[in-house]
């Protein structure tokens, strides 16, 4: 089974802003494949569905995102779930809005949600699609930024994210994640 995991905070408080974007990927991806997140275990709204004949799983942890790994882990457990097939979606400061990242393995640099399920899972190799949404302007402390919502102006370049982010894990389904990243990795507007 194939298992997408979007990161981001649990509440309407937090519903659509930056460090949601994981949330926001898996939301499209759940409308793309029409399979609900109608389950609630370990700490995570989940589904499962079927995919072109393959069983694929999609989750929202409901812990705070630098508790990630405590309803992961757990989950993946419980599924018996290979490392090798898990996906996990999230947000990255260190990219521009519109460009998308993947990678079979790395460190959680300053991202916390990275670093609980490293921690949780016992180790760096997973797969990641990183969703870019660039650094605050200067002045502004990165909690409130990441916390804040898009603005109106970035509301396609967000849609095209959220599109090319769901087509990457459908084909994930079906192709070796390194033949996904060759072929997602990049900016959407390009």
Do not use: W
Not at 35 to 64: A, R, W
Not at 120 to 126: C, F, P, Q, R, T
Not at 140 to 158: A, D, H, I, R, S
Request: glycine share 10%.
């Amino acid at each position: 089974m194939k298992c997408f995991i979007g990161l981001g905070n649990p509440g309407p408080k937090y519903d659509q802003t930056r460090h949601n974007i994981g949330f926001m990927a898996i939301d499209r991806l759940s409308s793309d494949t029409h399979i609900e997140l109608d389950k609630s275990k370990f700490k995570c709204m989940y589904g499962t569905g079927l995919l072109n004949g393959e069983k694929i799983m999609l989750v929202k942890p409901q812990t705070f995102m630098n508790l990630s790994g405590e309803g992961v882990r757990p989950l993946v457990d419980y599924y018996n779930i290979d490392l090798a097939d898990i996906v996990v979606i999230y947000d990255d400061l260190d990219l521009p809005l519109g460009r998308i990242r993947l990678r079979q393995k790395g460190s959680g640099g300053g991202h916390n949600g990275i670093k609980s399920l490293t921690q949780h899972l016992g180790s760096e190799k997973y797969n990641r699609i990183r969703l870019g949404i660039e650094r605050p302007p200067a002045g502004m402390p990165v909690t409130n930024y990441v916390l804040g919502k898009f603005q109106k102006e970035n509301q396609e370049t967000l849609d095209k994210v959220l599109d090319v982010s769901s087509k990457a894990c459908q084909s994930f389904v079906s192709e070796p994640f390194l033949d996904v990243m060759n072929e997602y990795n990049g900016d959407v507007n390009a």
